[in-house]
């Protein structure tokens, strides 16, 4: 398993932007698929972007066009750009790794993954 430190949550106001990133403790090129997931209270954990360590991003339809996800493999750090937050985007936000690449599994499914960070929260006021 990879050790992943999440930073960077918050709280804004409706239209707001953060930027969220998740430090991988590893190898750079032994982590593959990276991909972020959120989990509202009372609901379930829900995949929310990745990106496979050749640069092909996916994106859950309820962020596309809103938020962006990107890799500093210099840096072994994965980031999510949220722009035009909405109060439904509210959620702890975690950040996962597979040694797969992203292509070769379910990148939405929080099963596919085995490492996971400890979370980070996210809070957009209306």
């Known amino acids: 398993q990879v050790q992943l430190v999440e930073s960077g949550g918050g709280s804004v106001q409706t239209g707001g932007s953060l930027r969220l990133a998740c430090a991988a403790f590893?190898?750079?090129?032994?982590?593959?698929?990276m991909a972020w997931f959120r989990q509202a209270l009372g609901k379930e954990r829900e995949g929310v972007a990745a990106r496979s360590l050749r640069g092909r991003t996916y994106y859950a339809d309820s962020v596309n066009g809103r938020f962006t996800i990107d890799r500093d493999i210099s840096r072994n750090t994965l980031y999510l750009q949220m722009n035009s937050l909405k109060p439904e985007d509210t959620a702890m936000y975690y950040c996962?790794?597979?040694?797969?690449?992203?292509?070769?599994?379910?990148?939405?499914?929080?099963?596919?993954?085995?490492?996971w960070g400890q979370g980070t929260q996210v809070t957009v006021s209306s």
């Open positions: 590893t190898y750079s090129y032994s982590v593959n698929c």
């Open positions: 996962a790794a597979n040694t797969y690449d992203c292509s070769l599994g379910s990148w939405f499914s929080k099963d596919w993954y085995k490492s």
